[in-house]
């Protein structure tokens, strides 16, 4: 497919939509100036990534087959039910390791930052804004709201709860 960006990290098949490099760009002129925007295209692309590995590497190690995609949205992990179904357990451990990933990431920017620095200029920049997008957002993809891994995170205890019902009431179905 043109101009889409496709290679393999840990053995896990990622691509890279245009849609996503627009996105991140639109979102990154409030930064200002052309060299803030790069960086924010990077923390945007560095952060979205790893929290996907999160997903994708747990999802692995559970048997399942993955592949990443970052698009307009943000990131997507797709991944096969292996032949013996994980339960709603594992679903869940997969859901929570991608903003899991982040919230550690930013905190450990965090700490390295606080003891290192101070910085100044595009390293304060980027280091603020590893901070802020990883421990944010991690938190916010919490949220019990579909399509957030909060509302698979939801999902996954309505199952343990009402296996019959649990899509319907996630779906906020009558």
Same mark, same amino acid.
């Given at each position: 497919? !043109?101009? *889409?960006?496709?290679?393999?990290?840990?053995?896990?098949?990622?691509?890279?939509?245009?849609?996503?490099? /627009? *996105?991140?760009?639109?979102?990154?002129?409030?930064?200002?100036?052309?060299?803030?925007?790069?960086?924010?295209?990077?923390?945007?692309?560095?952060?979205? +990534? %790893?929290?996907?590995?999160?997903?994708?590497? #747990?999802?692995?190690?559970?048997?399942?087959?993955?592949?990443? =995609?970052?698009?307009? %949205?943000?990131? +997507?992990?797709?991944?096969?039910?292996?032949?013996?179904?994980? !339960?709603?357990?594992?679903?869940?451990?997969?859901?929570?390791?991608?903003?899991?990933?982040?919230? *550690?990431?930013?905190?450990?920017?965090?700490?390295?930052?606080? +003891?290192?620095?101070?910085?100044?200029?595009?390293?304060?920049?980027? @280091?603020?804004?590893? @901070?802020?997008?990883?421990?944010?957002?991690?938190?916010?993809?919490?949220?019990?709201?579909?399509?957030?891994? !909060?509302?698979?995170? /939801?999902?996954? %205890?309505? =199952?343990?709860? #009402?296996?019959?019902?649990? =899509?319907?009431?996630?779906?906020? =179905?009558?």
């Amino acid at each position: 497919m !043109g101009g *889409v960006i496709s290679f393999r990290l840990l053995r896990v098949p990622v691509s890279v939509r245009p849609s996503f490099l /627009l *996105v991140a760009a639109l979102f990154g002129l409030a930064a200002g100036s052309v060299p803030l925007v790069f960086a924010w295209i990077a923390v945007v692309f560095v952060s979205i +990534l %790893l929290h996907e590995m999160g997903h994708a590497l #747990t999802a692995r190690g559970f048997g399942s087959e993955v592949e990443i =995609e970052l698009n307009a %949205l943000g990131g +997507l992990t797709s991944w096969t039910i292996p032949e013996e179904d994980i !339960g709603p357990g594992r679903r869940a451990i997969v859901a929570a390791s991608g903003s899991a990933v982040g919230v *550690v990431l930013g905190g450990l920017v965090w700490l390295i930052a606080w +003891l290192t620095g101070p910085y100044f200029g595009l390293a304060n920049f980027v @280091i603020t804004y590893l @901070i802020y997008v990883n421990l944010f957002w991690g938190l916010l993809n919490w949220a019990p709201i579909r399509p957030l891994d !909060g509302g698979h995170l /939801l999902t996954s %205890l309505l =199952e343990k709860v #009402t296996p019959t019902k649990a =899509e319907r009431i996630a779906n906020v =179905e009558a």
